[in-house]
């Protein structure tokens, strides 16, 4: 079973950056595409951003392409999230997830649904204030 842990949200106001990171039990990490996704009280949980085995290709949602940044440290097993120009509008909990890679392909395009990832974090909390 794979693990992952999510840990840097925290309370911040509008415009400020935080980053997130994600380690995982994945092994080898390489072999897994890795996603965050979030969810706002009483809503859906929805795509933030993905990026495949290799990091040699990355996936965003309208609403965070050119604040957000999604990397991965495939020596650390760590997925990061770099959050930029944060709103009240991102608030929500934000999670790690996994899914077995679906291609060798270096620069191949990762999932971006929810329902396509295997293995879940806890999550954890971002709040911005206005």
């Known amino acids: 079973q794979v693990q992952l842990v999510e840990s840097g949200g925290g309370l911040v106001q509008t415009g400020d950056s935080l980053r997130l990171s994600c380690t995982t039990s994945?092994?080898?990490?390489?072999?897994?595409?890795m996603g965050w996704f979030r969810q706002a009280p009483g809503k859906e949980r929805d795509f933030v951003a993905t990026i495949n085995w290799s990091g040699g290709n990355t996936n965003y949602a309208h609403s965070v392409k050119g604040r957000f940044t999604i990397s991965r440290n495939n020596a650390e097993n760590t997925v990061y999230l770099q959050m930029n120009s944060l709103s009240p509008e991102d608030t929500a909990v934000y999670y790690c997830?996994?899914?077995?890679?679906?291609?060798?392909?270096?620069?191949?395009?990762?999932?971006?649904?929810?329902?396509?990832?295997?293995?879940w974090g806890r999550g954890t909390q971002v709040t911005v204030s206005a």
């Open positions: 997830a996994a899914r077995y890679r679906q291609s060798a392909s270096f620069f191949y395009t990762p999932e971006n649904k929810a329902n396509e990832y295997d293995f």
């Open positions: 994945a092994r080898p990490f390489t072999s897994y595409d």
